[in-house]
């Protein structure tokens, strides 16, 4: 982990791209699937709290040991492009895909499925199938990539042999209802992101982004954001 220069290349419109915006920053910076940039603007008042940005789909070359990505939002209205950022990071703990997987899942439990979208090109690379569980994707995706309503979930977690699933922490309640309906014994094998507020990026420990886990109190910005799903049904 560590600090880098940044900036904001362009805004997007959520709903079309699954993304909020792009951003520049050196190679070096390059989050994970799953893990995250703090953000701030370097003129940013001190009680203005930093933005967590996650990758929200492939990266590009933009200029030498400069890339160039879409991330998921909210962003602070007062960003615009060309907005110089510091950037924390890459921070917290990502998805790893298991080497064997034949069968994705990616089940946005969410109000958009951007954050699983860079596991796409990772696992098609490896030859997986996938589909994508979302109520809210309008963005493009690769042919290849089927893509189901949240009212076929049980039919998805038959089919798959790996869920990549990403929930908002006041979610998490209900989690073992929608992943272990009637019929079914076991929950799948797995990973999910906890997104949360995540105003202190591990730096306070301010506990606002804290989850109980079968191994006990768990933070998500530390611990987290992505987590085994057995921990946590
Ligand atoms: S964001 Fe402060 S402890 Fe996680």
Same mark, same amino acid.
């Given at each position: ?5 940044? #900036? ?14 792009? +951003?520049?920053?050196?190679a ?5 699937? $799953? ?9 940013q008042p ?10 929200? =789909? ?9 890339? @160039? &990505? !879409?991330v998921?939002?909210?962003? !602070?209205?007062? /960003?615009?492009? =060309?907005?110089?950022?510091?950037? *924390?990071?890459?921070?917290? #703990?990502?998805?790893?895909?298991? *080497? @064997?997987?034949? #069968?994705?899942?990616? +089940? ?13 090109? +990772? ?9 994508? %569980? ?20 049980p *039919?998805?977690?038959? /089919?798959?042999?790996?869920?990549a ?5 006041? $979610? ?8 272990v309906?009637? $019929?079914?014994? *076991? ?6 992101? %906890? &997104? ?11 506990? %606002? ?6 191994? $006990? ?7 987290? !954001? %992505? &987590?085994?799903?057995?921990?946590? +049904?």
């Amino acid at each position: 982990m560590a600090h880098y220069n940044g #900036r904001l290349v362009e805004l997007l419109l959520e709903a079309y791209q699954n993304a909020t915006a792009r +951003i520049a920053c050196p190679a070096q910076a390059e989050p994970k699937p $799953g893990q995250y940039l703090q953000a701030h603007q370097p003129d940013q008042p001190l009680e203005v709290t930093p933005t967590a940005l996650f990758r929200a =789909g492939e990266s590009h070359r933009a200029r030498a040991g400069e890339l @160039n &990505f !879409p991330v998921a939002g909210p962003l !602070p209205e007062s /960003w615009q492009p =060309g907005a110089e950022l510091k950037l *924390r990071g890459p921070l917290g #703990r990502g998805f790893e895909l298991p *080497r @064997n997987l034949r #069968r994705l899942a990616l +089940i946005a439990l969410n109000n958009t499925p951007a954050r699983l979208m860079p596991l796409i090109p +990772i696992a098609l690379q490896r030859g997986v199938e996938i589909v994508l %569980v979302s109520d809210t994707s309008e963005g493009t995706l690769p042919l290849t990539v089927e893509q189901q309503r949240l009212a076929e979930l049980p *039919r998805a977690l038959a /089919w798959a042999d790996f869920v990549a699933i990403d929930i908002p922490l006041e $979610g998490l309640e209900e989690l073992a209802e929608r992943l272990v309906p009637k $019929g079914r014994v *076991r929950a799948p094998e797995g990973q999910i992101l %906890v &997104f949360s507020p995540m105003p202190c990026g591990a730096l306070a420990k301010c506990g %606002v982004c804290s989850l109980t886990t079968k191994n $006990g109190p768990r933070l998500a910005c530390e611990d987290g !954001p %992505v &987590f085994e799903l057995k921990e946590l +049904i």
